[in-house]
T-cell receptor
Framework: EAQVTQNPRYLITVTGKKLTVTCSQN?????MSWYRQDPGLGLRQIYY???????DKGDVPEGYKVSRKEKRNFPLILESPSPNQTSLYFC?????????????FGPGTRLTVT | GNSVTQMEGPVTLSEEAFLTINCTYT??????LFWYVQYPGEGLQLLLK?????DKGSNKGFEATYRKETTSFHLEKGSVQVSDSAVYFC?????????????FGKGTKLSVKP
């Protein structure tokens, strides 16, 4: 089954404790992206990757890192999480970053930073 | 910059009622337009899309027409069901800025009562 998986689905952590949220897709997509969803703000892009070893900032990259060492994986790293990073995070992938291609979303990771 | 504005929710309807969720956009160039749906506890799924002016996207009884003259992409369904209860996001994608970035509206929560 074609899908985007994320782990963990739920995470509660404390300020400053490094964490990684994994994202994996089995569709051989070149393009992957991370979004955060906040009430009243919709979804906003954090980082994206056009292909292996190619990453770039989205609209809200501060406090996040990513890497793309393999085509299928695109982990999101919070080196020193803060309470304002409490949010619902979605990973997405697409076969092409072009304008009209559908993006496939993972099920989401709900992060709480206390 | 590019932006999407969609009607505030929540929207509560009775089963078999007619649904309209308004969406207008601001964008340079020729964006593609999308409606994504998020069912409770799940990630976003593409509902329908339109890639050029006057295109009509349709799926599962939902329709939306890309109106360049009014910069709109309103979502409609003639007869909603309880299973349509979800959050609906209007989005656009265009070149410029983060490639492949979807710009989302804030979402409209729809509840359908039996």
């Amino acid at each position: 089954e074609a899908q985007v998986t994320q782990n963990p689905r739920y995470l509660i952590t404390v300020t400053g404790k490094k964490l990684t949220v994994t994202c994996s897709q089995n569709m051989n997509h070149e393009y992957m992206s991370w979004y955060r969803q906040d009430p009243g703000l919709g979804l906003r892009q954090i980082y994206y990757s056009m292909n292996v070893e190619v990453t770039d900032k989205g609209d809200v990259p501060e406090g996040y890192k990513v890497s793309r060492k393999e085509k299928r994986n695109f982990p999101l790293i919070l080196e020193s999480p803060s309470p304002n990073q409490t949010s619902l995070y979605f990973c997405a992938s697409s076969e092409d970053p072009g304008v009209s291609y559908e993006q496939y979303f993972g099920p989401g990771t709900r992060l709480t930073v206390t | 910059g590019n932006s999407v504005t969609q009607m505030e929710g929540p929207v509560t309807l009775s089963e078999e009622a007619f649904l309209t969720i308004n969406c207008t956009y601001t964008a340079t160039g020729y964006p593609s337009l999308f409606w994504y749906v998020q069912y409770p506890g799940e990630g976003l799924q593409l509902l329908l899309k339109a890639t050029k002016a006057d295109d009509k996207g349709s799926n599962k009884g939902f329709e939306a027409t890309y109106r360049k003259e009014t910069t709109s992409f309103h979502l409609e369904k003639g007869s909603v069901q309880v299973s349509d209860s979800a959050v609906y996001f209007c989005a656009l994608s265009s070149y410029g800025g983060s490639q492949g970035n979807l710009i989302f509206g804030k979402g409209t929560k729809l509840s359908v009562k039996p």
